[in-house]
């Protein structure tokens, strides 16, 4: 889907070197906090050099989200609806590619030092909004974000890290990775001001953002399923519709359908950030909401649920 138009060598360790420095996880990289977000050395020069020179294409979709939260779902969904008159559901690249592979990955790419040429105008990043590069906030594309639970993102959270820890400190604890989030110390986090800043935005320029609950879209798929492709500028036609286009699109996409694939059980992962040996699997686990109940204490739970009721608070948007 994506081919490399142009390398260079991000290295920004002088900027970097001189930042604050938080628990890791157990990863093998510290998070440092940049602009008021923790993120690795890896992705940091991604997203600096990103800042630097990434060009938003005509009418781009730019897919934003705090990880965990239902990129590769977001990603399935808004590819297949902006693909549909070219590719057939029988022999669909999502059937042999798995999502995050779809679509390209700002700071991943600019962290490898590749400014990918796209075929389509669909890209995604896990960047905070206040330090999205320049060049998407003046340009006319439009971004789409989706949120999620934070006890559920905090769970999936836990089992990703985990799959990554190959040093001798061995798996992070449940309950130390929760005081971690708690704390905002997490890749990419804080999870609120993650969400805050994008929904505020969406708030300022509805025109040019859409904001999505995970929830909601598990809810009632086909409404929001709509909603997304009309904002994308990609609208289903009476004719599809009454074809059962967007049917098709929400099963092909489904957490039962993805999760089942070969390439999604037991393919590879490709990149230098996400090691070639980790498997695609790692994005497909429950795909469930709520299943923070199966690992969260009430005391848990009530922790995380006070501190978002607190820094939500007056904004308008709920969990
Ligand atoms: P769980 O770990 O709770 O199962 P991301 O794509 O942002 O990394 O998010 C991964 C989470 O989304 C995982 O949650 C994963 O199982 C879930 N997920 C992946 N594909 C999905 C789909 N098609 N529908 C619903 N959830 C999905």
């Not at 909601?216 to 009476?238: C, I, Q, T, W």
């Not at 519709?241 to 999760?259: D, H, N, P, Q, R």
């Not at 070969?262 to 994005?283: C, M, R, T, W, Y």
Request: negative net charge; hydrophobic residues 35%.
């Amino acid at each position: 889907v994506k081919d490399e138009s142009s390398k260079h060598q991000p290295d920004y360790d002088d900027i970097i070197t001189t930042l604050p420095v938080g628990e890791s996880w157990n990863l093998p990289s510290n998070l440092y906090k940049y602009q008021g977000f923790w993120c690795t050395p890896e992705f940091l020069n991604g997203v600096i050099s990103a800042k630097q020179r990434f060009k938003p294409l005509d009418k781009d979709v730019i897919l934003c989200t705090y990880p965990k939260s239902g990129t590769n779902w977001l990603k399935a969904l808004a590819f297949s609806i902006m693909t549909r008159t070219k590719f057939d559901f029988s022999s669909h690249p999502l059937l042999t590619t798995p999502p995050i592979s779809c679509v390209s990955y700002i700071e991943f790419e600019h962290a490898q030092g590749v400014d990918a040429s796209r075929e389509f105008p669909l890209t995604s990043t896990h960047i905070p909004y206040s330090s999205l590069p320049d060049s998407i906030i003046s340009s006319d594309c439009k971004i789409v974000y989706i949120c999620r639970d934070p006890k559920d993102v905090f769970v999936s959270w836990w089992y990703h890290v985990n799959y990554f820890v190959c040093n001798d400190k061995g798996p992070i604890s449940l309950e130390k990775a929760f005081d971690l989030f708690c704390q905002g110390i997490v890749l990419f986090g804080p999870f609120w001001d993650h969400v805050l800043e994008y929904w505020k935005a969406s708030l300022e320029r509805p025109d040019k953002i859409l904001f999505l609950k995970y929830e909601d879209l598990k809810r009632d798929p086909s409404y929001y399923v709509k909603n997304l492709a009309v904002f994308m500028g990609y609208p289903f036609s009476l004719q599809e519709k009454a074809e059962g286009c967007v049917e098709k699109i929400i099963e092909l996409c489904s957490f039962e359908t993805l999760g089942n694939l070969e390439v999604n059980k037991s393919g590879k992962l490709q990149g230098a950030i996400v090691d070639a040996e980790h498997p695609a699997k790692i994005f497909f686990r429950k795909g469930k909401i709520g299943d923070w109940k199966n690992h969260l204490t009430g005391d848990m739970a009530n922790r995380l649920d006070r501190i978002i009721e607190e820094k939500l608070s007056g904004s308008g948007l709920k969990f």
